[in-house]
């Protein structure tokens, strides 16, 4: 019986690295090409997306005008091609980097398609 036990945990370790092993490659496929849809904020930084969205919550006008105008936000333009390149998972906010830029963008998961 010992041996049975033995030939368990060992299969039991021989599955948890293959799991190990998919489960890290799958970053590696998430450079499909996606769509940016329109009207959505797309800023330098995760901390000035927190910011424009409380500034859109709270319909503050002119704080969002302000990010738009220093250029720390934008806002999305349809059809822009962009890769994914990281995301938070409970956030609803994506890294995506444009085609043609050097440097990833925040916005928010409905952006892309």
Known sequence: MERRARGTVSG???LA???????FSVPARAQSILTMNEGYPVCVSESALDRF???QGRKDNRSMA????SEECAISRD???AYLEGYT??????????EGQTSGFWTVNEAIN
Request: net charge positive; glycine share 6%.
């Open 53 to 55: 969205l409380t500034f």
């Open 89 to 98: 998972i409970f956030t609803g906010k994506v890294k995506v980097r444009l």
């Open 12 to 14: 039991m370790k021989t």
């Open 66 to 69: 302000a990010l738009l105008t």
């Open 79 to 81: 059809g822009q091609k």
């Open 17 to 23: 690295a293959v799991f190990m092993v998919l489960l």
